[in-house]
């Protein structure tokens, strides 16, 4: 049964940091693009930062140059850095593992993300 686990989630000021981390059980981690979604209460789940197994990156234009995604095929792990954090940064943020060949997709369960004075 594939997993994915996130952490880091939390409560933090505006202005400040984050790191988020997934741990991924699929097998063959390196094909996969993995990326990060965020979801608020009474929205749509929209795209955050991705990246393929080559290693291209894609970003929300509402969070180019505060996050950053990177991932450690050694570890199957895929992190997002987030800095500059905002109030409307506040979401529960979801990691994900695609593998579009073989139409394989999975989720996490996710962490919460509170930016607030």
């Known amino acids: 049964q594939v997993q994915l686990v996130e952490s880091g989630g939390g409560l933090v000021q505006p202005g400040g940091s984050l790191r988020l981390s997934c741990a991924s059980s699929?097998?063959?981690?390196?094909?996969?693009?993995m990326g990060w979604y965020r979801q608020v209460p009474g929205k749509q789940r929209d795209m955050v930062a991705r990246?393929?197994?080559?290693?291209?990156?894609t970003y929300a234009d509402s969070v180019k140059g505060r996050f950053t995604i990177s991932r450690d095929n050694a570890k199957n792990t895929v992190t997002l850095q987030m800095n500059s954090l905002k109030p409307e940064d506040t979401a529960v943020y979801y990691c994900?593992?695609?593998?579009?060949?073989?139409?394989?997709?999975?989720w996490g369960l996710g962490t919460q993300v509170t930016v607030s004075s």
């Open positions: 994900y593992a695609l593998r579009v060949v073989y139409g394989l997709e999975y």
């Open positions: 699929v097998t063959i981690f390196s094909r996969y693009t």
């Open positions: 990246i393929t197994s080559d290693g291209s990156t």
